[in-house]
């Protein structure tokens, strides 16, 4: 079982940046992946970035790519997601997602909300 907590979330302007941290109650050395997610209201969860263990490879959506940065610190068991140049179309409850080939694990979220 990993418990992902989410932090790091609030308001920002168009434009403007945040970091958003995922802490695991487990180590996540061994974990497949990790990743973020987020959901708009009345919208479906989409995959925003994900980055494998052992290769560090990432994945982007299209829609953040080049604004957006996945990364883990196997050390901390925390995975960050630095969010630049920031729209409003961004705001979402953004999640921590953990794959662990057997089982997928999620965080309670948090809010990023983009307005003036």
């Known amino acids: 079982q990993v418990q992902l907590v989410e932090s790091g979330g609030g308001l920002v302007q168009p434009g403007g940046s945040l970091r958003l941290s995922c802490a695991a109650s487990?180590?996540?050395?061994?974990?497949?992946?990790m990743g973020w997610y987020r959901q708009a209201p009345g919208k479906q969860r989409e995959l925003v970035a994900t980055?494998?263990?052992?290769?560090?490879?990432?994945n982007y959506a299209d829609s953040v790519k080049g604004r957006f940065t996945i990364s883990r610190d196997n050390a901390k068991n925390t995975v960050y997601l630095q969010m630049n140049s920031l729209k409003p179309e961004d705001t979402a409850v953004y999640y921590c997602?953990?794959?662990?080939?057997?089982?997928?694990?999620w965080g309670q979220g948090t809010q990023v909300t983009v307005s003036s």
């Open positions: 997602n953990a794959d662990d080939v057997l089982a997928v694990y």
């Open positions: 487990t180590s996540i050395f061994s974990i497949y992946a």
């Open positions: 980055i494998i263990s052992g290769v560090s490879t990432a």
